[in-house]
């Protein structure tokens, strides 16, 4: 098994730029998280989906994040326009329905500037 | 709500020296799981332990063992005999809320193991 699937792994770009953050899970995940982690607040939940269903997005700082989940093996992270605050690692995990342990990606670390 | 506390920020021991990492929770559940993460240098988050609170027996896993104590919400983590490798941030955390299948991270602790 090929683990959580992030991409890219660093991002760079300028402040009021579209970024995307791309996240396949393991295969047969019913569960997919996006995590964000900065010294200053630790690991924030942003996002969670259900079978590919939003099911809480109470972590997500403002309209300018989204998160979407076309499939079971496909989730995006967009930030429109990003700004320098939203540097920081995002981390993309899945847990199987059965179990509350996850699975983390490697991380995006994002920078804006 | 749920919470993880880490108090330790930062440990510092030199090899084979053996280390305690302290984790503190507060939940309402009566059932609920406990969970350990590892963070090393290159960053990514790897599990490590999923407890039960419905069994509070000390689980070891070679250099690693964890002891769950109910009664003080506690759920500590040793390693034994540590090593330069053991070097990481490590996570405690627990499901933030009774139906809801996100964690809670606490702050992590950094463990700094020197030769």
């Known amino acids: 098994d090929a683990g959580v699937i992030q991409s890219p792994r660093h991002e760079v770009t300028e402040m009021g730029q579209e970024v995307t953050l791309r996240c396949k899970p393991i295969?047969?995940?019913?569960?997919l998280f996006w995590y964000r982690q900065t010294m200053m607040r630790g690991l924030e939940l942003l996002i969670y989906?259900?079978?590919?269903?939003?099911?809480?997005d109470s972590g997500m700082p403002e309209d300018r994040f989204s998160a979407k989940m076309p499939n079971a093996s496909f989730s995006t992270l967009k930030i429109q326009p990003s700004e320098p605050r939203d540097s920081a690692v995002y981390f993309c995990a899945s847990s199987p329905r059965g179990d509350y342990g996850y699975t983390f990606g490697s991380g995006t670390r994002l920078t804006v500037v | 709500a749920q919470k993880v506390t880490q108090a330790q920020t930062e440990i510092s021991v030199v090899e084979k020296e053996d280390v305690t990492l302290d984790c503190v929770y507060e939940t309402r559940d009566t059932t609920y799981y406990l969970f350990w993460y590892k963070q090393p240098p290159s960053g990514e988050l790897v599990f490590l332990i999923r407890r039960n609170s419905f069994d509070e027996q000390n689980e070891i896993s070679g250099r690693y063992s964890w002891n769950f104590q109910k009664s003080t919400s506690s759920f500590n983590f040793t390693i034994t005999a540590s090593q330069v490798v053991d070097s990481a941030v490590y996570f405690c955390a627990l499901p933030m809320d009774t139906g809801r299948r996100a964690l809670t991270f606490g702050s992590g602790t950094r463990l700094q193991v020197q030769p």
């Open positions: 989906f259900n079978n590919n269903v939003p099911i809480d």
């Open positions: 295969s047969g995940h019913d569960y």
